[in-house]
């Protein structure tokens, strides 16, 4: 492949397309092993994202088990006319 009409055919695509081009490069990349590894420099872990905990102070959610069988058994009443036992 001619390396100039590549390129000449990458930046005659508007800017959408150019970024999609670029992300496949990334994929591929990465697929073949010539991607450079990422530093984990910056990155944060879970326990610190900021969502976490979000709702700590919500006592109807304290346990979240019980709270989603709640919410699925009322919900499976009023759709399915059913008490969600099964």
Not at 9 to 38: K, M, N, W, Y
Not at 50 to 70: C, I, K, N, Q, T
């Amino acid at each position: 492949m001619e390396r100039e009409k590549i390129w000449n055919d990458f930046e005659s695509l508007p800017a959408e397309a150019q970024q999609q081009v670029a992300d496949l490069i990334t994929l591929l990349r990465r697929c073949h092993g010539t991607e450079p590894a990422q530093e984990d420099v910056g990155k944060i872990s879970l326990a610190e994202e900021p969502f976490v905990g979000l709702w700590s102070d919500r006592e109807d959610v304290r346990d979240s088990g019980a709270w989603v069988r709640r919410l699925r058994g009322r919900e499976w009443v009023r759709r399915c006319g059913r008490d969600g036992s099964g």
